[in-house]
T-cell receptor
Framework: DSGVTQTPKHLITATGQRVTLRCSPRSGDLSVYWYQQSLDQGLQFLIHYYNGEERAKGNILERFSAQQFPDLHSELNLSSLELGDSALYFC??????????????FGPGTRLTVL | DAKTTQPPSMDCAEGRAANLPCNHSTISGNEYVYWYRQIHSQGPQYIIHGLKNNETNEMASLIITEDRKSSTLILPHATLRDTAVYYCIVRVTGTASKLTFGTGTRLQVTL
């Protein structure tokens, strides 16, 4: 158990819909990262938040957005869902701002299925 | 970040040491080597990291060659629960938010 929690575990929805994935970082961690893992793309970095502010963006679609709240939990919002958005979505957290010795610890993931 | 090369798959007998190689020939002096593993579809699990010295923790040992162009992750006594995909990742110092995962090595531990 990494100490990172994600809800829900599974999500099944239809194309065109909007969903929200939630992540609670480990106690004391200030950074939250979101990754997407699909069958054909592997694990891809989406976005990084540090203490409420966006720090870095990866291959995140414009239909996707995220935020980190004052209590440091984070939400990833996915809208206008397409079949290709079906994937595992992982959240990770780390103590500080993401420098190279700042180890990331991953949550169990949310499996999104778009029908 | 430097590119890494890992064999796509390896087998190991339970109880034996599993030695997983990683080539990172373009690594720079300020880049760290990280290892994660992913068991089935669970979240990636941090194993160990190092810069140039060999490192050991309760999970594994990391051996980095003197020229730093390759490294080996050693699981000293593999068990069936170590069956997973193992990822070797190189991270640059400074602001290095993301982890760049390759395709990793699928380790199968057998009886």
């Amino acid at each position: 158990d990494s100490g990172v929690t994600q809800t829900p575990k599974h999500l099944i929805t239809a194309t065109g819909q909007r969903v929200t994935l939630r992540c609670s970082p480990r106690s004391g961690d200030l950074s939250v990262y979101w990754y997407q893992q699909s069958l054909d793309q592997g694990l891809q970095f989406l976005i990084h938040y540090y203490n409420g502010e966006e720090r870095a963006k990866g291959n995140i679609l414009e239909r996707f957005s995220a935020q980190q709240f004052p209590d440091l939990h984070s939400e990833l919002n996915l809208s206008s869902l397409e079949l290709g958005d079906s994937a595992l979505y992982f959240c990770a957290s780390s103590q500080s701002g993401g420098h190279s010795t700042d180890t990331q610890y991953f949550g169990p993931g949310t499996r999104l299925t778009v029908l | 970040d430097a590119k890494t090369t890992q064999p796509p798959s390896m087998d190991c007998a339970e109880g034996r040491a599993a030695n997983l190689p990683c080539n990172h020939s373009t690594i720079s002096g300020n880049e760290y080597v990280y290892w994660y593993r992913q068991i089935h579809s669970q979240g990636p699990q941090y194993i160990i990291h190092g810069l140039k010295n060999n490192e050991t923790n309760e999970m594994a040992s990391l051996i980095i060659t003197e020229d730093r162009k390759s490294s080996t992750l050693i699981l000293p006594h593999a068990t069936l629960r170590d069956t997973a995909v193992y990822y070797c990742i190189v991270r640059v110092t400074g602001t290095a938010s993301k982890l760049t995962f390759g395709t990793g090595t699928r380790l199968q531990v057998t009886l």
